[in-house]
């Protein structure tokens, strides 16, 4: 019986030694330019990560994001679409394994959003909303489909916010 006890500590000890060394092992702000890449792809816009990016994995993996922006679709000025000055989000790993998404709440910090809508009616964000491009979102290889079976999300808490809708067809603006 004692043999298994201390089998059952050595084992739990190195894995809380795991989860204390990894975020400091692996170093997400190498990957910056990948991330930014894959949203090229993903939204044909670019993404621009100005702060630094945090992993904690105990009790929750989660990600602390710095400033970050994202720019406007074309003919919309150089004014970025969208801008967040830190962001913070955090998943339950068990629900993971059966893909599913538990996070904790997210919450972004001195968020800066451009709607616009042209004077021809366009505007700067049903690009995002639409299809064309799926071909950037790969399937899952070991199951042939990236459904999840649920998406459970705690809260979302946006502090110092700011939202500018400026319809210029009808000459509204709101800030």
Same mark, same amino acid.
């Given at each position: 019986m004692s043999k298994a006890l201390k089998y059952t500590g050595i084992t739990l000890g190195l894995l809380i030694t795991l989860i204390i060394i990894i975020p400091f092992l692996?170093?997400?702000n190498d990957y910056k330019?990948?991330?930014?890449?894959? #949203?090229?792809?993903?939204?044909?816009?670019?993404?621009?990560i100005e702060g630094d990016i945090k992993l904690s994995l105990f009790p929750w993996i989660g990600m602390e994001l710095g400033a970050m922006q994202l720019s406007n679709a074309a003919g919309f000025g150089d004014q970025?679409?969208?801008?967040?000055?830190? #962001?913070?989000?955090?998943?339950k790993l068990m629900?993971?394994?059966?893909?599913?998404v538990e996070m904790k709440?997210?919450?972004?910090?001195?968020l800066r959003l451009n709607l616009t809508i042209a004077e021809d009616g366009s505007n700067n964000w049903s690009d995002l909303a639409t299809?064309?491009?799926?071909?950037?979102i790969e399937e899952s290889p070991t199951s042939g489909?990236?459904?999840?079976?649920?998406?459970?999300?705690?809260?979302?808490?946006?502090t110092d916010a700011q939202v500018v809708y400026d319809n210029r067809a009808t000459g509204a603006r709101y800030a």
């Open positions: 692996v170093n997400l330019p990948q991330i930014s890449q894959a #949203a090229k792809e993903a939204t044909g816009r670019d993404l621009t970025p679409f969208a801008r967040i000055e830190g #962001a913070e989000v955090k998943l629900p993971l394994l059966k893909s599913e709440t997210v919450t972004l910090q001195g299809g064309d491009r799926t071909a950037a489909s990236s459904k999840l079976a649920a998406l459970v999300i705690g809260g979302l808490a946006i």
